[in-house]
């Protein structure tokens, strides 16, 4: 296998973030470099999926969620009759379990951390406040890194509403812990000094809730506050990984639009955080023969002939009229193609300007690129 754009920031980190736009490929981009580096690297490969379709998920035997990583079997990883140098394992990021054991380790003592772990509204608030899933992802990554287990951490991120919020996910979670709302919701429960101006909101809140709801509130606050310093310490130490020289991100987008304004919009974003851009790597482009111009020339002459090649071909039941109509849909139809393929090429040339910027195209394959052979052969491409 030779080794492209990708391999060379495969061979030289050791945390690769996989990010862009939703529905790109960036899993599918993930598995297929942890493919790649297995292969053609040594030592013990990672690959942090978030939230794989199923199909994907099932074709790296990640049937079941947990942080849990599974080692891919090794037979699988021969191609053409070549064992991989390297191990590739998968997990998929399980966001409940990472809090849970996050609380564990930040706790002041077990008091706290069971009274947490119990607590109605921590499950709850996990799970839903926004940026808890891109937090965690954040987390576990700067975790596993720690650990030294892994030669190479390749991680899928979640697909955000705004593909950077996890970027800023660890700073705004140290913001979240010392923020004033939070301070304010937990006051009347704090001290006894209840000020003249919050009373009768909590006597309004306290019967339109109940007090039971709004204690379980404020002790979840409180009791979450004892963790803030711990918190705070990890949010920066998260931050640290992520700007690592050792840490690499990799921007995937497919050519269209929207998805190139978003890309452009990611590796700005990037740029502002003086984090580093590894690569780019467009997915789904239509294949480089739509641009040949040998091609086109064809095109157009099916199209202007299509009447004369329809008598020459004498496809006896068919009226010459729709087969004439059949050549000429074919050949603009190609045109067509051969025009979307020649932006996608111009879009391609505007948006990677930045130097030192791996670029790599990845073909739209015909069928789905769920299955494992078809990670084997897009990593053959990266
Ligand atoms: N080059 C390709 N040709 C054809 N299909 C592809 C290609 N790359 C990916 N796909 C398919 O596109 C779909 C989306 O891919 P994938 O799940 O990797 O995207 P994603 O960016 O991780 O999405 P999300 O943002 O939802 O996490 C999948 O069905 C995948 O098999
Ligand atoms: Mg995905």
Known sequence: MSSGQLGQLLASKEVIIVCGPGGVGKTTVSAAAGIKAAHELGGRILVLTVDPARRLATALGLDQVGNEATQIDPERLTIDGIEARGELWVAQLDTKASWDDLVRQHAPDAATRDAILANTLYENVTAKFVQSHDYIAMERLHDLHAS??????????????????FLDAPERMAEFFSSRLLRWLTVPYRSKLFTAASKPFYSVADRVL??????????????????????????TEVQRTLRDDRTSFVVVSTLEAASVNECQYFMDALDERDLHLGG???????????????????????D??????????????YAPEMVAR??????????????????????KARLVSAPGVGVTTLALLAADASDFETLTTISRSL
């Open 210 to 235: 109940g007090q039971q709801f709004l204690r379980e509130i404020a002790d979840f606050f409180l009791l979450f506050q004892t963790m803030y310093k711990g918190f705070v310490e990890r949010a």
């Open 148 to 165: 030294g287990d892994y030669d190479l951490i390749i991680i899928d991120t979640p697909p955000s509403r705004h593909a950077v919020d």
């Open 280 to 302: 780019v790597v467009f997915n789904r482009a239509l294949p480089k023969y739509f641009t040949s111009r040998p091609a086109s020339t064809a095109a157009r002459k099916l």
């Open 326 to 347: 059949v050549i000429s849909d074919v050949a603009t139809g190609f045109l067509d193609f051969s025009l979307a393929a020649t932006r996608q090429a111009e879009t």
């Open 304 to 317: 202007r002939h299509c009447e004369s090649l329809a008598a020459e071909l004498a496809l006896g039941d």
